[in-house]
């Protein structure tokens, strides 16, 4: 199997997206009902006016040109679309698009194959970019700029290096986190492209246009209730889309309802907010048994039978998103909004701070910033 061939790794295992309903990490076997549901052109995609509208600029001026257009860095959180963007730069300019990660580039050799392999103004898509291996990362850069690559032939004294021309492409790289991407990789990059979450109607438009692509009926109200509960991404709302499809099917008439979404996403333990059994899991265990912290998160893992990275990669970017949990350097402390949601009173005098001491260092307590860069 190549390179080319592998599949794509996030930063959290694809069985995760697999047993929880609002995971925005996608499994294996979700990679193949997403590739039948993605746009292929600029005007069918839905969402990230500004980026999609920037793109569209840097495409057709390189069209105009007939030169293969700047390299494209796409970063945000996963299930926004950047791979769908990384497809449609290649639809767009009529290019075929190899595909591969970062963690799959584990030596430079490995790159230069794919990179040697290229058509002329084909598209190299890269994703998780920011983990591929530093030796590969010193060879992008020539390649990227000069469009040649170093091949060493020999070990010791005797090692030869052989320039190596290769066709000129365009290299997109997707990336999670784009704070841990080296400052020479990143300003190599002729487009930068921000990915937001997405408004409520921006998802009802994802939804219908995937419900008629499965052929499903889908009502506004269903649409409504479904996008309400998909936490701003599109790999969320077709997954829990699919979901109600197989309940509507099963328990209904087929049609997708607001009641039949309601009934069939309390089935899936998914509540108004987007929160799962897992997320609700941690803000009690914070609540009931910690006072509403602050924690440490090896501590607060414990509380609900987790790994430590399960809680931090799957959970916590969205409950900090919503206001319902904060990261301080003193552990994870629930917020007001979190008591009210789980209906509970707020202590008086406000959330209690100090009440509980933190994991040591190293345990999970941790000084790490809200956000990551």
Known sequence: MSSFDRSLTGEVSGDLGQEWAVSPQAGDEERVVESALRPHSLHDFI????????????????????????????????????????????????????????????RSGDLAAMLSNLA??????????????????ELLYMAMEDFRVD?????????????LDINPFTLVGATTRAGLLTGPLRDRFGFVGQ?????????????????????????????????????????????????????AEVEADGRVTREVAEAALALYDVDHLGLDRLDRAVLEALVGKFGGGPVGVATLAVAVGEEPHTVEEVCEPFLVRAGLLARTPRGRVATEAAWHHLGRQVPRG???????????????????PLFDA
């Open 47 to 106: 969402g990230q006016p500004k980026v999609a509208r920037q793109l569209a600029l840097v495409l057709e001026g390189a069209k105009r040109r007939g030169r293969p257009p700047d390299h494209v860095l796409l970063s945000g959180p996963p299930g926004l679309g950047k791979t769908s963007l990384a497809l449609i730069i290649g639809s767009e300019l009529g290019t075929a698009v190899k595909i591969t990660s970062g963690p799959a580039i584990e």
């Open 120 to 137: 002329p103004g084909d598209v190299l898509f890269i994703d998780e970019i920011h983990r591929i291996a530093r030796p590969a990362e």
């Open 350 to 368: 406000g959330i209690p701070l100090g009440r509980v001491s933190v994991d040591p260092p190293g345990a999970g307590a941790s000084a790490e």
């Open 151 to 163: 091949v060493v032939v020999g070990k010791g004294p005797g090692a030869t290096a052989i320039p």
């Open 195 to 247: 990915m937001e979450f997405y408004e409520p109607a921006e998802l009802q438009q994802v939804l219908a246009r995937s419900a008629d692509l499965l052929g499903v009926e889908l009502t506004d109200e269903g649409s409504a209730e479904i996008a309400g509960r998909s936490r701003g991404t599109p790999r969320i709302a077709n997954r829990l889309l699919r979901r109600v499809r197989d309940y």
